[in-house]
């Protein structure tokens, strides 16, 4: 009569039951291996789930956890600051040379879209990549506002209105001057699709325009 979700469950406390009965010189000398040990549970779950594996982690040789579960992976990652190496299988047909494990970056594979689009504009600014557009800077702008506002975006409802609209109600609400209005609705013109902005300028001229917007921003448009 049991879900499928309270039968891994079960399995699971007995198994974690099996390992708090074996001595602690036992366990320094054993392995840890988890298969999937989250997949079905909810999010109250899967937290419980990462605390007890952290805790015998501590306890064990070394630990293994194989995961299939996106959301498990990346809460593992966001909730602890232990030492922890991540690998992908990764499977590319036709290209045997790259099928196997790989390393991965978490912090990039489980960023939000927000830290996805600034991590790579911070590479971009840093001449370590060189292939940007616009939405990349859009989306980084977008995000940076709801995050900043988040209360006043939820209470007003601001995701479903336009870009242009958000601006004015963060002024119209006395959250950014009316300066600070007018550049946002500068570069949100420059940052719209086809803009001459991009079309129009090497690779130099649009990272000095995206040093100069990600600068402006984390200057000028705050919660004071």
């Known amino acids: ?57 501590q306890e064990m ?18 909730s602890n600051d232990q030492q922890i ?15 196997g494990i790989f390393e991965m970056n978490a912090q990039e594979a489980f960023a939000s879209e927000f830290g996805r689009a600034f991590n790579k504009i911070d590479r971009f600014n840093k001449c370590q990549i060189n292939d940007i ?4 800077l ?21 995701k479903s209105k336009k870009f242009g609209e958000r601006i004015d109600e963060l002024f119209n609400t006395a959250l950014i001057s009316n300066d600070v209005k007018q550049v946002l609705h500068q570069y949100r013109e420059q940052l719209n699709p086809g803009s001459h902005t991009f079309t129009e300028a090497n690779v130099e001229d649009v ?4 040093n100069e917007l990600i600068n402006y921003v984390f200057e000028k448009v705050k919660i004071y």
């Open 1 to 57: 009569m049991f879900s499928e979700s309270d039968k891994r469950a079960l399995a699971l406390a007995v198994f974690m039951a099996k390992i708090n009965c074996m001595d602690s010189d036992e366990k320094l000398k054993s392995i840890l291996v988890l298969d999937d040990p989250a997949t079905s549970f909810d999010d109250n779950r899967i937290k419980s789930v990462i605390c007890k594996i952290m805790q015998l982690s």
């Open 61 to 78: 040789e070394q630990t293994f956890i194989m995961a299939h579960h996106f959301m498990f992976a990346q809460m593992f990652f966001k």
């Open 85 to 99: 190496e991540f690998y992908k299988l990764d499977y590319i047909n036709g290209a045997n040379d790259n099928n």
């Open 133 to 136: 557009s616009e939405n990349d």
């Open 138 to 158: 859009r989306i980084f702008l977008e995000e940076y506002l709801a995050i900043t506002f988040a209360k006043q975006y939820a209470e007003k409802n601001l």
């Open 207 to 210: 990272r000095n325009f995206s």
